[in-house]
């Protein structure tokens, strides 16, 4: 499949462990912030997303957590499994009409 | 529903060449986007299309284009083809706008590029 990235930080975990990855990004007026997984040889997979309004965001087995405060999200996945390995992105969007910036990416590496 | 789809998924071409990529998105979806991705810079904007107008533009050369068509189908054009345009281009479909925030993207599986 394709490299995603050669030089991405890494994040390994023991299969059933929760999983936290975190994301720092660049503008303060950004309102709307998406997580995305990218498995090889696919596109970016939507996972969750968050509106600048709140600070916390559940979905099945993830959880997003905002902080404007210090410009900072996190992806928190619980008991993590062989499926979940991937590289997971964060999306910021300045504004309603403006085109999503991505981050760099975190390659997550579940161990058995 | 059907998820966005990018023709070819595979493509060779040779420096000088020009290339056309294709993206169907998801049914209703009236914004498409195109990003560029590879190993050293990530996920690059090159360009928005909303109701067949192109409402955003990343910091890419003019050899990069595009257009979107009634339907909401898109193509991307790259002239002039350079071994720094070797990568893979994802395509991102959206509702588009509402009145108060945007709708998240959803991405196609992307057409590899290699030029050689």
């Known amino acids: 499949g394709e490299s995603v990235g050669l030089h991405l930080p890494t994040l390994s975990v023991q299969e059933g462990d929760n999983s936290i990855i975190n994301c720092a990004y660049s503008n303060s007026a950004s309102d709307y912030f998406i997580w995305y997984k990218q498995e090889s040889g696919k596109g970016p997979q939507f996972i969750i997303d968050?509106?600048?309004?709140?600070d916390k965001r559940q979905g099945q087995r993830v959880t997003v957590l905002l902080n404007k405060t210090v410009k900072h999200l996190s992806l928190q996945i619980a008991a993590t499994q062989p499926g979940d390995s991937a590289v997971y992105f964060c999306a910021e969007n300045p504004s309603k009409g403006q085109n999503f910036v991505f981050g760099p990416g975190t390659r997550l590496s579940v161990l058995p | 529903k059907a998820g966005v789809t990018q023709t070819p998924r595979y493509l060779i071409k040779t420096r000088g060449q020009q290339v056309t990529l294709s993206c169907s998105p998801i049914s209703g979806h009236r914004s498409v986007s195109w990003y560029q991705q590879t190993p050293g810079q990530g996920l690059q904007f090159l360009f928005e299309y909303f109701s067949e107008t192109q409402r955003n533009k990343g910091n890419f050369p003019g050899r990069f284009s595009g257009r979107q068509f009634s339907n909401s189908r898109s193509e991307m054009n790259v002239s002039t083809l350079e071994l720094g345009d070797s990568a893979l281009y994802l395509c991102?479909?959206?509702?588009?706008?509402?009145?108060?925030?945007?709708?998240?993207?959803?991405f196609g599986n992307g057409t590899r590029l290699t030029v050689t």
């Open positions: 968050i509106r600048s309004n709140m």
């Open positions: 991102a479909s959206s509702l588009g706008p509402t009145e108060t925030y945007n709708s998240p993207l959803h």
